[in-house]
């Protein structure tokens, strides 16, 4: 029997079993519905996420691959190592939100074109208001010179975009990243879908099945009430 791509109403916030993605395009799922913090969260904690261009309907995925990083697997390089013990940057979670986003978005644009439309970042922000969306960010002389954002609401991160304006401030975001999620006990790190530097980084391949096994376990992960407070982070690469 042949794989149906499925219409999401704009009531009913179910999303069909991930296993039901189409294989040609991969992991196309189901399209329609919005961008609502509710459809939202039981996306992210369901293994499908949004992807679409600013002249196309919603469409909703889950692939069948997925690329992750392992916590323990970052890749730290001697010379970001290096790097980043000559300058001096600062790392902060949550105290310029929009600004990460917007950087992110601008980078995506200067480069390729970009999926975080208008109506992506307005539904980022909401869930940043209520404790699900989040950013870590690098700054340089009081300046934003880089940073990521991302989903967070059990034990897996999701991450969305980076950006950087200064060499390998991505990176040194993503390292601030993982080690602040192995002090507070996360599982890993969901890429969505992999690339040559994600793969730099540790990003590993699982199939959907392995995928969805990890996440259900991570959903039973309670964060600590204080982990995403605003704040600048000390000593966060000792």
């Known amino acids: 029997m042949s794989k149906q791509i499925y219409q999401l109403g704009p009531v009913q916030y179910g999303f069909p079993d991930p296993t039901l993605a189409l294989n040609d395009p991969d992991g196309l799922l189901a399209f329609g519905g919005d961008l609502t913090t509710e459809r939202l969260k039981l996306a992210y904690k369901s293994g499908i996420f949004p992807w679409f261009s600013e002249d196309e309907p919603i469409m909703w995925w889950s692939p069948s691959t997925r690329a992750i990083i392992e916590l323990s697997h970052f890749h730290i390089s001697k010379s970001l190592k290096k790097y980043q013990k000559k300058n001096n940057f600062k790392i902060s979670i949550n105290t310029h939100f929009e600004s990460v986003i917007d950087g992110c978005q601008q980078q995506r644009i200067d480069?390729?074109?970009?999926w975080i439309t208008d109506d992506m970042k307005r539904a980022?922000?909401?869930l940043h208001k209520i404790g699900i969306a989040h950013s870590i960010e690098v700054s340089f002389?009081?300046?934003?010179?880089?940073?990521?954002?991302?989903?967070?609401q059990n034990g897996v991160f999701c991450g969305e975009s980076m950006f950087h304006t200064m060499t390998n401030t991505s990176k040194l975001a993503s390292w601030a990243l993982v080690n602040w999620l192995k002090q507070h006990h996360a599982h890993f790190i969901d890429c969505q879908l992999t690339n040559p530097y994600l793969t730099?980084?540790?990003a590993t391949e699982l199939t959907r099945?392995?995928?969805l096994t990890k996440l259900k376990l991570a959903n039973k992960f309670t964060m600590p009430s204080d982990m995403w407070k605003p704040q600048q982070l000390e000593n966060i690469y000792e």
């Open 200 to 202: 730099s980084l540790g």
């Open 209 to 211: 099945f392995d995928f």
């Open 111 to 114: 480069e390729e074109g970009t």
């Open 141 to 152: 002389d009081n300046q934003l010179v880089g940073g990521l954002y991302g989903i967070m």
């Open 124 to 126: 980022y922000f909401a």
